[in-house]
């Protein structure tokens, strides 16, 4: 099994301060992780997104790549980085930070987190909650994403699709948009745990043709 580990900052953590939170976090994850996944795109966490800005990323993505190369040394292993991004942002967003991922040296990207858009769910009686959405309102705008860091990045760059994949079509959709491997969460709780081999059916009958 493969074990990756996502670290965020204190929701008491001023912003200012994000890093060295997220420098703690990953000392003490790294030796249990096989990938690191750098979340900064919780809408439930007071201005968490504002590290997918372009000043605060660089500054957070050399700290972290500078702190992985120590910690590689330390551990005789180097862990990959990922870097998880949230559905909610436009184009020329996702394009700087791509470039962002590139100039560091970034193992890798996750795509995405839950939404603050209420677009799939409007008139819904719970619709005016506060927090992220997660499941098939998410979808969509997740696999948008994922296609545009597809272009962006190019061939080769590893990208994880996770948001509303609900069935085997939605994980083989993930990765026609673009996306190497798949994550499920809010899936797991409609579907239950057979969505796992219906999407890993799904994804073997793609690779057959
Ligand atoms: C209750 C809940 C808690 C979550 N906690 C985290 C978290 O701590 N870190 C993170 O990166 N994403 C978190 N997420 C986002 C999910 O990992 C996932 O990216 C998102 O829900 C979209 O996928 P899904 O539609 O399969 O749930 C959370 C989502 C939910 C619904």
């Given amino acids: 099994m493969i074990l990756g580990l996502n670290i965020g900052k204190n929701a008491s953590t001023p ?7 997220y420098l703690a976090c990953l000392a003490g994850v790294y030796p249990y992780a096989d990938y690191v996944t750098v979340n900064i795109s919780s809408p439930n966490t007071q201005n ?3 590290l997918q800005g372009d000043a605060a990323l660089d500054a957070l993505l050399s700290a972290l790549k500078s702190r992985q190369g120590e910690l590689a040394q330390e551990h005789g292993r180097r862990v990959p980085l990922f870097l998880k991004i949230a559905p909610d942002l436009d184009e020329p967003q ?10 560091h040296g970034m193992d ?3 795509a995405t987190n839950t939404t603050l858009s209420r677009e799939a769910v409007q008139g819904l009686p719970h619709a005016g909650e506060a927090g992220g959405l997660s ?4 979808r969509e705008a997740s696999n948008r994403v994922i296609r545009q860091l597809r272009a962006a990045l ?7 699709g ?5 069935s085997g079509r939605d994980a083989v959709a993930k990765i026609e948009a673009g996306a190497d491997a798949v994550q499920i969460y809010t899936g797991l709780i409609y579907r239950g745990p057979n969505l ?3 999407a890993a059916h799904a994804l073997r009958r793609l690779r057959a043709g």
């Fill in 162 to 166: 996770v948001g509303g994949v609900m």
């Fill in 135 to 138: 499941g098939a309102p998410v």
């Fill in 108 to 110: 890798g990207v996750i």
């Fill in 154 to 160: 190019g061939a080769g760059f590893p990208i994880i």
């Fill in 94 to 103: 996702v394009q700087a930070i791509a470039d962002a991922l590139r100039r």
């Fill in 15 to 21: 912003i200012e301060r994000a890093t060295d939170d």
């Fill in 48 to 50: 968490l997104r504002d």
């Fill in 196 to 198: 796992v081999p219906e």
